[in-house]
């Protein structure tokens, strides 16, 4: 798919890699962090999670040989609310890159844009130059608090709000415009740019074209390969709807969270405590199984 549509960047996260993981094309990576988790030693435990590791940065060392720009790694989401936890693995996935001849600023570390998570992204950004994707973001107080932090990129999820909206309202189909991601997304990027925040705002999780035709303009948007599809049998010009001009127009009142503010807000909105804490179950959940595959070829 990156052969066929030439992205800039890239993205990986713990499902991606898990269905990856089962293709028959990419078992000699398997094999090779396998192997790997081995030669390190250990307990069981700590050869899987050393194995899972490498297979991370295998996958996203495939990928930097078909993109010019960045790839995206996940820390794992177990440890959303481990502030130190998620400092040291985004550290240790930063030195595998590093022993395969890549370097930190063609990586982006994923974090859950948890409290915790926006932290040590703050951390790893001015302490140790490592670039962070802050993920799951599903509110405003995320978006923020990310701002705040100074971290890199933050991809909010455009299709999961949508999906929210969909199961818990009465409302069941929205125009482009009106879809309450959409919306959601716009707002953040008239924040960022109205007060001149750097972090790049990287619309993600798509349902459907015309969400991503809504956000035309944004920093960079995440598309999957089917919409890529989808989007390259279109032939139609499309005007940006998102502009640095208009969101400086925009009013908007600067608003700073300190931790209190940011759980209290961010509480707030039930939409995105909900889907925040369903993402982390659904990611750690695919970790695990990852885990358990890994663990048949390591005792094996």
């Known amino acids: 798919a990156i052969d066929e549509y030439k992205p800039l ?10 269905a990856a993981a089962q293709m028959p094309a990419y078992q000699e990576l398997v094999d ?27 996958f996203g060392a495939e990928i930097l040989k078909r993109i010019p720009g960045r790839v995206s790694t996940e820390v794992d989401a177990r440890l959303s609310f481990d502030k130190e936890g998620m400092i040291q693995r985004a550290r240790r996935l930063i030195d595998l890159y590093k022993e395969a001849g ?9 974090l859950s844009s948890t409290w915790e998570g926006i932290q040590a992204g703050k951390v790893l950004e ?15 107080a995320q978006a923020v608090a990310c701002a705040e932090a100074g971290v890199t990129l933050i991809s909010p ?20 415009s009106e879809d ?12 960022y740019k109205k007060f001149g925040y750097k972090t790049i705002v990287m619309g993600a999780s ?30 139609v010009k499309l005007t940006p709807t998102l ?23 961010h509480n707030e909105d039930q939409m995105a405590v909900e889907k925040l804490s369903d993402g982390i179950r659904r990611f750690a959940a695919d970790a695990i199984k990852l885990e358990r595959m890994l663990k048949v070829d390591v005792i094996s």
């Open 157 to 176: 999820f455009v299709g999961r709000i949508l999906d929210w909206y969909v199961a818990n309202g009465d409302k069941k189909t929205y125009e482009p």
């Open 206 to 235: 798509f349902r459907n074209t015309g969400e991503i035709k809504a956000l035309t303009g944004c920093d960079y948007l995440t598309i999957s390969p089917k919409l890529l599809a989808e989007l390259s049998k279109e032939y």
């Open 102 to 110: 890549i370097g930190k600023d063609r990586i982006l570390i994923k």
């Open 9 to 18: 960047d890239a993205t990986t996260n713990p499902s991606l890699i898990l």
């Open 32 to 58: 090779d962090a396998v192997a790997y988790g081995k030669k390190l030693g250990g307990s069981e435990e700590e050869q899987i999670k050393n194995a899972s590791d490498k297979l991370f940065v295998l």
């Open 126 to 140: 001015a302490e140790y130059g490592i670039h962070c994707n802050m993920t799951l973001l599903f509110s405003f």
């Open 180 to 191: 309450p991601g959409v919306k959601s997304v716009t707002k953040i990027y008239n924040y």
């Open 243 to 265: 502009s640095v001009k208009e969101a400086q127009a925009c009013e908007l009142e600067k608003i700073h969270l300190d931790e209190k503010a940011f759980r209290w807000h």
